[in-house]
């Protein structure tokens, strides 16, 4: 099983930003997942490889982008405005199948990175 890399988490202040990054490449969708502790793993962000298509979870969206770099290498997060409620264990997913719509449950997700912390303070 091919392992995604993850990085750029850490700690913040209410209020603050972060930008995680992963190396991805060759993949039809990406997306960010986290897990707070005692917490089911939850959806953030999805993007469809080929034309940037996203979609975001309601608690992040307006605040979170997800995005890719050009060569279509490297995944991002960038996460503004962050709450404590944002506190969690991010990791990042990818999948090479197709699907008619966009993939948002994590079981469709068959790639994974170890997870990178996120820990935002009030």
């Known amino acids: 099983q091919v392992q995604l890399v993850e990085s750029g988490g850490g700690s913040v202040q209410a209020g603050g930003s972060l930008r995680l990054s992963c190396a991805a490449s060759?993949?039809?969708?990406l997306a960010w997942f986290r897990q707070a502790p005692a917490g089911e793993r939850e959806l953030v962000a999805t993007i469809r490889s080929r034309d940037g298509r996203t979609h975001y979870g309601d608690s992040v969206n307006g605040r979170f982008t997800i995005s890719q770099d050009d060569a279509k290498t490297t995944l991002f997060l960038q996460m503004d405005y962050l709450n404590p409620e944002d506190t969690a264990t991010y990791y990042c997913?990818?999948?090479?199948?197709?699907?008619?719509?966009?993939?948002?449950?994590?079981?469709?997700?068959?790639?994974w990175g170890q997870g990178t912390q996120v820990t935002v303070s009030s």
């Open positions: 997913a990818a999948t090479s199948a197709n699907f008619l719509g966009i993939p948002l449950t994590a079981r469709l997700y068959k790639e």
């Open positions: 060759g993949y039809t969708y």
